[in-house]
């Protein structure tokens, strides 16, 4: 194995020595897996050929990025080959006026934006891993972020893939258009597949010009319900915001202990942005929310216009994650997604769980799309608490998947949820799943042991 | 077979009379094949029934929406079973603060888009036959429209669906949330498939906010490459149209010689519209368009606010597919897509193809996606000019592909293009698509004869 892998990428591109993997047996997740091998491979070709190489031998391949998946993605269960793909970085074309930009996919997200930037043009998505994570991981797994309910997630701006196939072949699928409907949309089969079907070596994207203005506003709730309706007031208002965020009072806590950040006691804060071409859009907008935030009896409300100020607002929202994962040794980060108008069921429910189990579960993240963020904090090394955080786990999923919502917003499957997919999928859905990628990967030598598809 | 299909789905909701097929022999296309019989099931579960019933027997069925396609996609050239799922036509919830609507398959697009436009909603997609073409048939072809350049297509809305397999068996798959990304994206396998994989009963869609205000501008160029000049600068200027429309000059002279719409003779003519939530939003994009559309030397601009001035900007716009197909006893409309840039050599391809064969080729269409409608006129009992009429698509299909742009935009794939498909399609990607169609349907019965699949 090591020679053949040494012929197909070189000496200087390949490993297997014990520190350099120690690395690539972990993502941002809690799960830990060492694999065999590693590779840096230059081109599409030698994809194809480590590929080829793996099929024949059934052995294990698990594609690779910036590594940033919460859900254990990318970690090599079964050991095998990573196939890193950060050295194929090149940006292989922006054309503006074809509204598209063709990459290899270990381009990092914000150097593509800061090249599209220059033309006043963005790829939207905008996960928080976006100064690091790769295209191609957002591609494998229909990415999100922050933006998501005004601009949609990854799988709405790929126009166009190559696709190294389970077999080693190399297939383009997609166009360089903005509409295509001939034959199966093959390259939607391969976005969020997790790497379960194929390694992703190259994205088509479509591009949007940036929007040229933005405001933000904060707004303190003493009544979660009272939040609730605000979110679920603006979603009907006939205005969609760019933004509306909401962290629970468990978060804003947990900030308020651990930073200089000057937050009222409160149970929920909700921070929203409008933007658009003109100030007159932005604020006519941002009329519209303040007015539903307003009646809806905040604590307090602040706004912000210019870039300075609209930072200062981001900062409690932007701190979360971090001050919460500093504050507890171990934590799990969850990404439940329910219909918007369940928010309140969700997080109040989710409270409920955490005093079940006596663990702390700090809630944030996409009001405006219902895609939510329960941070688990525990001690790894505490089995009871250990424990009782993966009871906290399955109950979120159940409560979640109860209130007609899902496992995974934006994180994906991995590890970390497949032993649930049941509890959302039916087995009629399940065994299709399973059925394509048998179909595709007989040998299931694609990052395998993932979303109980073997 | 006729007594198990009334037993299914009742004597009244059955047909094998001749006068009751014909219309079933026929889409908008030149396609033409008698079926054996037509049901019109009235629930998912005699869906569900009729298809297992076939799949045992191996008939074909073919499900069918209002049979508007362009391209013979609900033709059934291998005669079996019209599934016609008009009667499933019930809206089933709207869900504005979750901004979903679910209904099912038979729904009219207009229908449910009147029912939203009372909450001030809107599903986006806007094909031409919106007044009659179902919400299933929109997502069997992932319908496009006039709006594709800034608001997508039919794929970006669809959150979940219910479909029939070819088993017979029922399977949910999607979510009801902005963002789901647990296991594979089934429904878009399904989403623009034609009916070869399956019969989707049931969708449930997200919606938008319809933009309150709009303004249109229509600008007429004596050189092509002035129009084409205008729609790149728009397009790389840093707004987003919400339409971007071109006529060519056969299509201009045809409604200037068969309407009373007063046009200047011109080589092109531009449609443009912006929209938002303010009219400075509105006015403020327009000026930039106009602008550019100012510097590139047109015969005319007229603008237009209010409905009933943007109305008659539209009217050739309109005019088009109806006074082309008046003027002429037959005619194919193809949907050729190609990267925006490349429309003006597109257009000057198309018109050096038409001269070439002595055939008259009229190009309208939506500029901003690249998606143009060759209209190609001839006499379909002239058997000269049907095989010449048949060397021009062809010809046209190579020039499209030639400049980076695909078969098909919106229109599908159906039997009309299917000789076409390895034109666009390498022999990896054409396997992979038989190889799933094989796998989901191995007795072919689903719409079978499309495609080139089988």
């Known amino acids: 194995m090591i020679q053949e892998l040494i012929e197909i990428v070189g000496r200087e591109n390949f490993t297997d020595q014990l520190e350099e993997l120690v690395p690539y047996s972990y993502d941002a997740s ?18 194809s050929a480590i590929v080829k190489f793996a099929n024949e031998h059934h052995i294990a391949v698990v594609p690779r990025g910036a590594g940033t998946s919460l859900s254990g993605g990318v970690v090599p269960i079964r050991g095998g080959i990573i196939i890193d793909l950060s050295k194929m970085n ?11 930009a063709r990459v290899q996919a270990g381009v990092v997200c914000d150097g593509l934006n800061r090249e599209l930037g220059k033309s006043g043009f963005i790829f939207p998505p905008d996960p928080a891993s976006s100064s690091v994570a790769t295209i191609g991981g957002n591609v494998a797994t229909n ?37 295509c409907v001939s034959g199966y949309d093959l390259a939607r089969l391969f976005i969020g597949a997790e790497g379960t079907l194929g390694v992703i070596t190259e994205v088509t994207l479509k591009i949007n010009p940036v929007p040229r203005h933005a405001m933000t506003a904060v707004a303190t709730y003493a009544r979660l319900e009272d939040a609730g309706k605000a979110i679920s007031q603006t979603m009907t208002s006939g205005i969609l915001p760019s933004v509306m965020e909401i962290m629970d009072k468990v978060t804003l806590k947990s900030i308020r202990e651990n930073t200089d950040i000057d937050l009222p006691e409160a149970e929920a ?44 607002l981001w900062r409690a929202r932007k701190s979360a994650y971090a001050t919460l994962a500093r ?32 663990i702390v579960v700090a809630t944030f993240g996409h009001a405006g799309d219902g895609n939510l963020h329960p941070q688990i904090l525990f001690d790894e090394y505490d089995a009871d608490q250990v424990e009782r955080m993966k009871k906290v786990e399955e109950e979120i999923f159940r409560l979640a998947i109860g209130l007609k919502g899902t496992l995974s917003g934006e994180h994906g499957i991995g590890l970390s949820k497949a032993a649930y997919m049941t509890l959302e999928h039916d087995p009629v859905e399940m065994a299709l799943m399973r059925l394509i990628k048998k179909t595709l990967d007989p040998n299931n030598i694609m990052n395998p042991g993932k979303r109980a598809l073997d």
């Not at 100030?279 to 519209?288: K, L, N, S, T």
């Not at 329910?338 to 006596?358: A, F, M, T």
């Open 269 to 312: 804060m909700i921070l929203a942005e409008t933007d658009g071409f003109t100030w007159e859009e932005v604020e006519a907008q941002m009329e519209v929310i303040l007015a539903i935030l307003g009646k809806n009896g905040p604590v307090e409300i602040k706004t912000a216009r210019d870039e300075k100020d609209r930072l200062n």
């Open 30 to 47: 809690m799960n830990v897996h060492r694999p065999d091998a590693a590779v840096w491979p230059e081109s599409t070709e030698q994809v």
């Open 143 to 179: 990415a999100g972020g922050i933006k998501g309910a005004k601009y949609g997630t990854t799988r709405d701006y790929v126009l166009g893939l190559e696709v190294v196939l389970p077999t080693g072949e190399v297939m383009r699928t997609g166009s360089y258009t903005m509409k």
């Open 327 to 358: 504050v507890s040794s171990s934590f799990t980060l969850d990404d439940v997604t329910v219909p918007i108008s369940r928010i309140p069921e969700l997080l109040v429910g989710i409270q409920e769980i955490s005093k079940k189990y006596d």
């Open 90 to 100: 090149r940006i292989l074309e922006i054309s503006i006026e074809d509204r598209f």
